[in-house]
């Protein structure tokens, strides 16, 4: 069976990390997203809203398993028996940086192979933070998430909301 692992923290998940999961389990007999517990970041959600959302976005997908974690990805993968740890890619900025990251990985862990999916076109622009950026001064986020997962972006945001006040 391949297994793979697409792993990111998913602070929220957008329709761009939808569509490389959508894809990748049409490549792989299982995928598995792991979302990174990270206590040097600050999310927005917390894991287990993390987690649930990213379930509720892959629930028609019967081969996709959700999961967080910690420490080295490497080691996570072979906790699951995965064979491909999967990357998305938006622009040749995000390449170098997971390129890195790939063959840091292929160090540690010569049994592990990287996948880079490019992004649709449609999301090549778009990142969690761009969606909670644009969320945080009231904008619209319809094009950006899942109808219900944008509505919990925006229910965090009611009564934060930054923007222009009119005042100079």
Do not use: C, W
Not at 2 to 28: M, N, W
Not at 50 to 75: A, C, H, Q, W
Request: aromatic share 10%; no cysteine.
């Amino acid at each position: 069976m391949k297994t793979a692992i697409y792993p990111g923290s998913f602070d929220p998940v957008t329709l761009g990390h939808v569509d490389i999961i959508e894809r990748s389990a049409k490549i792989f007999d299982k995928v598995i997203v792991g979302v990174l517990r990270n206590s040097a970041k600050s999310p927005l959600f917390s894991e287990e809203e993390r987690v649930n959302m990213l379930k509720y976005v892959t629930r028609d997908i019967p081969n996709v398993e959700v999961l967080s974690f910690d420490g080295l990805l490497v080691d996570f993968a072979r906790i699951n028996g995965a064979n491909v740890i999967i990357r998305g890619l938006r622009a040749v900025t995000d390449f170098e940086y997971e390129l890195q990251l790939a063959q840091m990985n292929r160090v540690i862990a010569p049994e592990l192979d990287t996948l880079f999916l490019t992004t649709n076109l449609k999301y090549a622009y778009l990142s969690s933070s761009t969606a909670k950026e644009v969320a945080m001064y009231g904008g619209d986020i319809s094009a950006f998430l899942d109808p219900e997962i944008a509505k919990k972006v925006r229910d965090k945001f009611r009564g934060k909301i930054l923007g222009y006040q009119g005042k100079r």
